[in-house]
């Protein structure tokens, strides 16, 4: 976990986002001494939300299958991970 001072967004900023970039680890930075912001990659922070995109969609899938709902298609269910997929990888 790497944390700096708020001042360092200031005095750091390559390095601070060279490390964001390099290691796709979020940086906290804090103000006073207290934690007060998180800095990451615009393709570490994409990659997050998808992650719990998917996640909350597998969730409401368990969901639907403890409430008896009929799953769908093993072909059709492929069509739409590549499409999911593929959004991901647009953005």
């Not at 970039?21 to 001494?33: A, D, Q, Y």
């Not at 998808?50 to 799953?71: D, F, I, N, T, Y």
Request: include cysteine; glycine fraction near 4%.
């Amino acid at each position: 976990m790497t944390i700096r001072p708020s001042t360092a967004l200031r005095n750091e900023y390559s390095e601070i986002s060279r490390v964001c970039h390099e290691s796709g680890e979020p940086i906290f930075i804090t103000k006073n001494g207290e934690g007060d912001l998180v800095v990451q990659s615009i393709a570490a922070y994409n990659q997050r939300e998808a992650s719990l995109e998917l996640r909350e969609k597998l969730l409401e899938a368990e969901e639907q299958l403890a409430a008896g709902v009929k799953p769908i298609p093993l072909d059709e269910a492929a069509a739409k991970w590549r499409e999911f997929n593929h959004d991901i990888h647009a953005r």
